[in-house]
Nanobody, 120 residues
Framework: QVQLVESGGGLVQAGGSLRLSCAAS???????MGWFRQAPGKEREFVTY????????HYADSAKGRFTISTDNAKNTVYLQMNSLKPEDTAVYYC??????????????WGQGTQVTVSS
């Protein structure tokens, strides 16, 4: 079992920054960690993932160059640094623990989500 708790969401103006945190507990070493987001009326979409070693990361095109995922193994925490935020980044952001296969990153566990709202 893995438990994930997100924090750090909020309201920010376009061009601003936010850092999301995901505190993980349980058997997290068996999984890679990622972030997804879901905007109102849209399907949940992949944003990024990282291995706990930090050696492997992958980003959706929408996140490349603006978002950075990182880990703090001592705190068992995953971060998502979001810069140059745009109104279209407005969504509920979910932390996930999962596995990677030829089909991509498949989540096995989800956090409860944290709201990010970017005003224009």
């Amino acid at each position: 079992q893995v438990q994930l708790v997100e924090s750090g969401g909020g309201l920010v103006q376009a061009g601003g920054s936010l850092r999301l945190s995901c505190a993980a507990s349980g058997r997290t070493s068996s999984y890679i960690m990622g972030w997804f987001r879901q905007a109102p009326g849209k399907e949940r979409e992949f944003v990024t993932y990282i291995t706990w070693s930090g050696l492997s990361t992958h980003y959706a095109d929408s996140a490349k160059g603006r978002f950075t995922i990182s880990t703090d193994n001592a705190k068992n925490t995953v971060y998502l640094q979001m810069n140059s935020l745009k109104p279209e980044d407005t969504a509920v952001y979910y932390c996930a623990a999962g596995l990677h296969s030829i089909y991509g990153f498949t989540p096995a566990y989800w956090g409860q989500g944290t709201q990010v709202t970017v005003s224009s």
